[in-house]
């Protein structure tokens, strides 16, 4: 069986329109499309439509024109390749391109913990991070209520007026409210909760704070207990107009300093702040910052040097073993084969983690066992580490090159080598001058797809030592095995500092960049590309 | 004359090992090399001792009371939801990219349309972009997807299992596109002279000649679905929802030591599906890692 790519059939050239008479597809047929596409419109239209209320206007767009291309794609006549194409292109578009995109949007923000939401948001949350409550504070009998947006308060107040609100919606009155004893036990459109769920919420009704009016200097509601409530306010006061807080007790005055955030003239901040576009700052800070710089070239120059080692010792196992079982003379190839084929069938992510426990340096059976005692730290010295995890990619890796290769080498013509032995060429010299060169012309793409898949291989790294041993001298996570891409998912989501989603997007982008490079150097020399036709 | 009988094994043997046997040795080597680890696991799967230390005596007691453990015992590290949810994912997700891979490669292999040459270029370069480079940027759609519609958004198994088709027109249509082309044509023709349309051409005729690179794609979208770490571990947050390898990742990292004949056996019975699957359609694989698939 060859599944290579060859001459295509001939090409339909022509549609004999008169000949053949056009099938017309059943009723049926019509009406699973006009349902599937009316189901998958409303499902948009409603996307649509909250995106529109959001201010999302550019995903808006490009929602609408997705949208108004799948219809016309499906109710043309024509277009009868984009009726094949769309659906796959749909995902493709929205989880490769578009997130590829975002990625870049993102590389040129602050996004990350303490700058995750917009502005208005982040006013809300300075107040709210700094209420205190007000000493005369009425009482409000409250009761807490599931919403549309999550948890609220429905409470009342002393003079027995109802209102009901969320963090996101200040209390406004409401009449249509149960009372029971005075106080309002239940609203329509909310939920009130039970006993049972209060306790479990716990954490989530004493964190909850519900502005009384849309001025977030009026204050707010806070309950400590699920059944009353008191009025807090906070001490830094927002100016509209101004734009600025001012802090009652201290008189500091906190300005927007253009980076996302409030701050007062002697540099003290207000968190949280929000996500504005920084443009070059985080690249700045990726090669400027010593603390970063320094770790982020080794981690570069160890990326290389991992995807190139790990193509090249898979390739050289791989080939050997393919040379030396390439003899017709010798029986059980198969049985070798299949042992062969065994760790490149086991689960990637779990070979990672067997051999993490294999090379464990105080109980793992490769010092204990095979080194008798001896106390190895196969994953916790930056230079041994790194050999390996070097040697068990070996091991992953080197099983699909044998595979390829062993094809490879079978389908060289037996003439060629005939030939060759014909005019006295030796053994090595057939190989080094004559196979070699034939099996690169046919693998060199194969290596760059293996460069290309080893450069962002996060399973080995990141399970094998997490990237570690930890540089402790870097203001970010970052370890001696640690390639771009663990570094990336470390700088975003696994780090004690706090998530930096712009920081790691400028490395994605960084990462970007390389591997195209990579590919369209790869793919111009070699001849992978000019077999499409 | 009794010296001939003698002398002549030994040349025999000589010579078989100048011509065969040095290749068993090197293959026995490498065969222990790549078997090990696979051993060293299901021996500390077997082992009731609990530790990694313990392991280290392959085979000495054998009983199944980590399976068992595992299976029903531990309510912290539910393991019977990983297992489902990565096979329902990674079925799923294998189903979905060959569907969409086989009507995208149908329109790549039977049509003539502009963008077609571009689109196939295309196709091969994607592979060089994997996902995980936009993780941050995934894991920030998908929580504004979860504000819109919270049953597709972040935490959900249909929301990762989104992501993953995204990576669905790949390589993959790459490997289907060149099987495509060597169904003849003339099928195509014949059925549509005798009046069938294009859906019924592809379903009909084409689907049921292509069978051995369907199974070779879905096989290795699942196995590479069901093995994915970053994206997995960055959407799905609550422990039953998880896949196998955020899990039992995050139940090894824990104490390593301490749980390592648990997550042995929880290896073992992880790795039984894909290497039975890989093993029974391993002729149609290799055939398909020859034209250009990695892992």
Known sequence: MTIAPEAPPEPPTERPRRTVLRPTPSLSVILIKIASLGVLDAVVLYALFVLLMGGSYLVFALALIGLIAINVIYFSKRMLPGKYLAPGLVFLLIFQVFVVGYSAYIAFTNFGDGHNGTKADAITGIVANSLSRVPDSPTYAVTVVQGPNGLGLLTTTPSGTVQVGDPKNPLHTITDAQLSGGKAVSAPGYTTLSFQDLLTKQTQVAALVVPISANPNDGAIRTADGSTGFLYKSNLSYDAKADTFTDSSSGAVYRDDGNGEYASSDGKKLSPGWTVVV????????????????????????TFAFAFL?????????????????????????????IMILPYAFPGFLSALVWAGLMNPQFGFINQVLLGGATVPWLTDPTLAKVSILIVNTWLGFPYMFLVCTGALQSIPEEVVEAAKMD???????????????????????????FAFNFNNFNVIYLLTGGGPTDVNASINVGSTDILITLVYKVAFATASGRNYGLASAFAILIFIVVATVSVIGFRRTRALEEIN | MSQLPARRPRFRLRKWFAATGWRHVIGIVFAVFCAFPLVYVLSSSLNPNGTLLGSNTLFSKVDFSNYVNLLFNLPQQPFVAWFLNTLVIGLVTGASTVFLGALAAYAFSRMRFAGRRVGLLTLLLVQMFPQLLAVV????????ISNIFPAIGLNTQIGLILVYLGGALGVNTYLMYGFFNTVPASLDEAAKIDGAGHARTFFTIILPLVGPILAVVGLL???????????????????????????LYSFISQATSANWTLFSAGAVMAAIPPMALFLYLQKYVISGLTAGAVK
Do not use: C, H
């Open chain 2, 137 to 144: 940027a995934i894991f920030l759609l998908l929580n504004a």
């Open chain 1, 279 to 302: 443009g070059f700052k985080n690249f700045a800070q990726a090669f400027g910052d010593q603390s970063i710089r320094g770790p982020l070239l080794s981690t570069i120059v160890w």
């Open chain 1, 310 to 338: 790990s193509v090249f010792l898979t390739f050289a196992v791989g080939l050997f073993l393919a040379v030396v079982f390439n003899d017709p003379r010798m029986r059980g190839k198969k049985i070798y084969r299949v």
């Open chain 1, 424 to 450: 006295g060429a030796r053994a090595w010299a057939t190989f080094r001058q004559i196979k070699l060169p034939l099996l690169m012309v046919s693998l060199a793409p194969l290596l760059i797809s293996t």
């Open chain 2, 221 to 247: 979208s699942f196995i590479s679905s069901t093995s994915e770490y970053v994206v997995a571990s960055v959407v799905l947050t609550d422990p039953t929802r998880q896949t196998l390898a955020v899990g």
